[in-house]
Nanobody, 119 residues
Framework: QVQLAESGGGLVQPGGSLRLSCAAS????????MGWYRQVPGKQRELVAD???????NYADSVKGRFTISRDNAKNTVTLVMSSLKPEDTAVYYC?????????????WGQGTLVTVSS
């Protein structure tokens, strides 16, 4: 069992910054990639950024240069620093972890945290 606990969402003005954090607990040695996704009503959940255990990062084109993802393997945490936020970044942000355990791949989702970018 793995659980993801997210924190850091909220209301921020356009151009502002926000930091999202996610901590994994449970069978954390099985974690490979960790990342952040977001979803707005009526749209599919989309990848924002992810990072492998080795530190390779991947970003959606819409957030490149504005968002930075990092992780601490020792603490089993992943952090997303969001800068130059735009109203279109408003969404529920979900932490995601991908695992391999006894040859089986599976993923775990956090409960989601709301980010609202508005003046």
């Amino acid at each position: 069992q793995v659980q993801l606990a997210e924190s850091g969402g909220g209301l921020v003005q356009p151009g502002g910054s926000l930091r999202l954090s996610c901590a994994a607990s449970g069978i954390t040695f099985s974690i490979n990639t960790m990342g952040w996704y977001r979803q707005v009503p009526g749209k599919q959940r989309e990848l924002v950024a992810d990072i492998t255990r080795g530190g390779t990062t991947n970003y959606a084109d819409s957030v490149k240069g504005r968002f930075t993802i990092s992780r601490d393997n020792a603490k089993n945490t992943v952090t997303l620093v969001m800068s130059s936020l735009k109203p279109e970044d408003t969404a529920v942000y979900y932490c995601n972890s991908q695992h391999t355990l006894f040859g089986r791949n599976f993923e775990v989702w956090g409960q989601g945290t709301l980010v609202t970018v508005s003046s």
